[in-house]
């Protein structure tokens, strides 16, 4: 299919996709959450594809939802809409997605950022929910993930003064797992996507499943979902092969059986 606000390629078994809307900052209109989504499900579908990567430009990952495609909207029309709902489908995504933030990522880039599975920022990245300054609040999850991640009173701090955090700050509280120089932002952010894609495939997607679970569950609930995944684990020729591979000093070869 071609896109016209995003890129894709394939990078051996890694799907990456760069958002591509320079002239607004990649900010997010319905045409770049309809390609996004499609090309996810795409790589999704992709049997030779085991892990993605979404990324923007040295100045952008995403500098929020579109300000002038959203500013005419009626009440009644967000209603109906349900505007922004695309998203949830995004979120949907079984194979690992990893972020790799340089430059600006704003209202729903940040959210954007936080809907994929964990995020690698370039020392130049900036992350804030400026919405706020526009009169309005995060509305692509940023109230509820920011906090998730980064506590209250970060999260308040960021949606009520609108303010940025620097790469470093957003390591220190969590937001980011890892800080990277910028021109080797997109190769270290592919280089541990090639290394989950390496993996057994169901594995990665169950240890996903389990890690995602804690966050809408107790942990009594959750520690019981983790022990069903791992018992059934058990199921898989990949299993046998990745104890037997270390147990033989060899490498294993996943067969995603
Ligand atoms: C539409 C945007 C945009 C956005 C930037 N642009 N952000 N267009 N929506 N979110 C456009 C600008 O209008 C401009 O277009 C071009 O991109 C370059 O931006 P500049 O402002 O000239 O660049 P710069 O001076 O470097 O400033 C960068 C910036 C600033 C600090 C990131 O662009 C900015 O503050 N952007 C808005 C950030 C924001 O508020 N995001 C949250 C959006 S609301 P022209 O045509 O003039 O060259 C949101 C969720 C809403 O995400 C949920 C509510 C329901």
Not at 198 to 215: G, Y
């Amino acid at each position: 299919m071609a896109y016209e606000t995003i890129i894709t390629e394939r990078r051996g078994k890694v799907g990456l996709i760069t958002l591509n809307r320079p002239q607004a900052l990649n900010a997010l209109n319905s045409q770049i959450l309809a390609e996004l989504v499609a090309a996810v499900n795409g790589f999704g579908a992709d049997a030779g594809i085991g892990a993605m990567v979404i990324t923007g430009s040295e100045k952008a990952f995403a500098a929020g939802a579109d300000i002038k495609e959203m500013q005419a909207i009626s009440y009644v029309d967000a209603y109906l809409q349900d505007f922004f709902v695309g998203w949830e489908e995004f979120t949907r995504a079984r194979k690992p997605i990893i972020a790799a933030v340089a430059g600006y990522a704003l209202g729903g880039g940040c959210e954007l950022a936080m809907m994929c599975d964990f995020i690698i920022a370039a020392d130049t990245a900036k992350f804030g929910q400026p919405e706020i300054t526009l009169g309005v609040i995060p509305g692509m999850g940023g109230s509820q993930r920011l906090t998730r991640f980064v506590g209250k009173s970060k999260a308040m701090d960021m949606c009520l003064t609108g303010r940025m955090m620097d790469a470093a700050e957003a390591e220190r509280s969590g937001l980011v797992s890892r800080v990277v120089p910028a021109g080797e932002l997109v190769e270290e952010a592919l280089k541990a996507a090639a290394r989950i894609a390496d993996f057994s495939l169901p594995s990665v997607m169950m240890a996903k499943e389990a890690v995602n679970r804690a966050f809408e569950t107790t942990l009594a609930e959750g520690l019981r979902f983790e022990r069903r995944l791992f018992h059934s684990l058990f199921a898989l020729e990949d299993q046998k092969e990745g104890m037997a591979a270390f147990a033989e000093k060899r490498k294993p070869n996943f067969s995603n059986r």
